[in-house]
């Protein structure tokens, strides 16, 4: 089956960059525009359109995210106006303002906790985001306020650009575009380490880290997988090539690794 969703404008005319989430006998689409933006969820079996909600947005490149954590399961959305978290059924559960002016990094969860965060560069407020489940209502933080009761922690200069970040053995791991990893503690916000610069040869990056056997990996935009020592201190364990510039995040499944590149 197919669906045509529209065409639509966006910010700046940047384009869409949000992925389809495919969830049991659901697909779940988030179409964030300058004319009509909305969350649509398809049948899975015929492409038939279930229901569809409207959406104060006029651009968001964050994938949409299906939580499943202790009390429901629930769709979470960021935008540049307010994150938003849907039922499976299209009711809006809770709401949080306090995101910069472009939404790219998408949300995930980890050890009981979501997080979410954006971080366009020009912003003076490029938030991180760590909450609880069973929130309802409007959960946005007050002046001065760096937790609640379903908000765990929050920093207001810890959000990237086009980076996800990623937790990893309780730890929350920033990548910056720019080179740079941090470490917080994935529970409470602390600090674990600050700015490290990954390598002096190094340009930048726009896909998203990823972990497994004690180890980091970040893919830079010239293809150099560095490999860092995962835990609470810094060490540049080694350093992949693959001679040509990824931008997509590679997919992990089961014992394999995707990687796309600009030709492969």
Known sequence: WTRELGAFNTQVELGT???????????????????????????????????????????????????????RTEIITTGTRKVRSYSLDGKLLWELAGMSSLTI????????????????????????????????????????????????????????????????????????????????????????YARQRISTDVSGFTTSPWAYNGKIFLLSEDGDTYVVQAGPEFKLLGKNSLGEMPLATPAALRSSLIVRTQSK
């Open 105 to 192: 990094p998408s949300p995930f969860a980890k050890d009981g906790l979501l997080y979410v965060s954006s971080g366009y560069p020009g912003g003076a407020l490029r938030p991180v985001y760590a909450i609880r489940p069973g929130a309802s209502g409007d959960i946005s933080l007050k002046p001065g306020e760096t937790s609640n009761q379903y908000i765990a922690w929050f920093q207001p200069l810890l959000g990237t650009y086009n980076t996800s970040a990623l937790v990893y053995g309780g730890y929350y791991y920033t990548l910056f575009d720019r080179g740079f990893l941090l470490c917080h503690d994935a529970k409470t916000g602390k600090q674990i």
């Open 17 to 71: 960059g949000a992925s389809p989430v495919l969830y049991k006998d659901r697909v779940y689409v988030v179409n964030d525009n300058t004319t009509k933006s909305f969350l649509s969820s398809f049948d899975t079996r015929d492409g038939k359109e279930v229901w569809r909600v409207d959406r104060d947005e006029q651009g968001n490149w964050s994938t949409p995210f299906v939580w499943e954590n202790g009390q």
